[in-house]
C-alpha cells in the first residue's frame, strides 16, 4: 500500500533492553520494572488519513503500542513500527498483519551489526525470517564511522529485503553517497529508502 500523507512520529518509549546505539530516542538506562513510573508517554489526537511512526526506544516494550494501533485504526490513520527486532514477533504476527492500518515495519540492524549477543541475533533472525518475506517490511541500517561495511553488505545479501532504509548519524559519515549508490549498484532489485541525515531523529 501506497500513502501520499503528512508523516508524523509518536514516541512510545525511550527503554531499549539492549541499548541500542542508534535508536532515536532511545535510553537504555531505564529499567524495564520502572517503565511505569519514569515514563510519562501519553497519545496524541491522530488525524484521518495520516501517516504514524511509532518508535522509542523499543516501541514493543511499551504498554502503549496496542492502544495507539488501536486508537490510530479509529482515527482512519496508518502507521509503521520501528523496531530494533531483539523481541520476538511470532505472537504479533496475525494481529499487524489484519491491521487495516498498518503499513508495515522497520527492522533495525544494531542487533546484528553492532552487539555481540547470540541470543538477541537468534531472536532478530528469527523474525526476519517471519516478517523479512512481507513486502511492507523494511530493513534499516545506520551507517556511521564504526560500521563493518563488508559485513554490512552480506547481511544485505543475506537478508534480500524488498526495501532497505538507510540512515546517517548525526556526526555524518563521509561515504553516504558513494556507499549509496554502491548499494544501488550491487542490489538492483532493492528499493532504497532515504532516512535521517546528519542529525538524531528520524524524520522520514
Not at 48 to 72: Q, R
Not at 116 to 135: A, P, S
Request: net charge neutral; aromatic share 12%.
Amino acid at each position: 500500500m501506497k500513502i501520499k500523507a503528512k508523516i508524523n512520529q509518536v514516541v512510545l518509549t525511550n527503554f531499549c533492553a539492549v541499548a541500542c546505539p542508534h535508536f532515536p530516542y532511545g535510553e537504555g538506562s531505564i529499567l524495564k520494572s520502572d517503565l511505569n513510573t519514569s515514563e510519562n508517554f501519553t497519545l496524541p489526537d491522530f488525524k484521518n488519513g495520516e501517516v504514524y511512526i511509532l518508535t522509542g526506544g523499543e516501541p514493543f516494550e511499551s504498554k502503549l503500542l496496542f492502544p495507539a494501533i488501536d486508537k490510530i485504526t479509529k482515527s482512519q490513520a496508518y502507521f509503521r513500527i520501528a523496531t530494533g527486532g531483539y523481541i520476538n514477533l511470532r505472537k504479533f504476527y496475525i494481529r499487524l498483519l489484519n491491521s487495516e492500518s498498518n503499513l508495515g515495519i522497520n527492522i533495525g540492524t544494531d542487533v546484528i551489526l553492532r552487539l555481540n549477543n547470540d541470543h538477541y541475533t537468534k531472536i532478530w533472525l528469527e523474525n526476519w525470517r517471519i516478517f523479512g518475506k512481507l513486502k511492507n517490511t523494511w530493513l534499516t541500517i545506520t551507517l556511521d564511522g564504526d560500521i563493518d561495511f563488508e559485513k554490512f553488505m552480506q547481511l544485505i545479501e543475506f537478508t534480500k529485503p524488498n526495501t532497505l532504509m538507510l540512515n546517517e548519524i548525526e556526526r555524518g559519515y563521509n561515504s553516504f553517497d558513494k556507499r549509496y549508490a554502491l548499494i544501488q549498484e550491487t542490489f538492483p532489485d532493492i528499493t532504497l529508502v532515504n532516512g535521517y541525515r546528519n542529525e538524531s531523529t528520524c524524520n522520514i
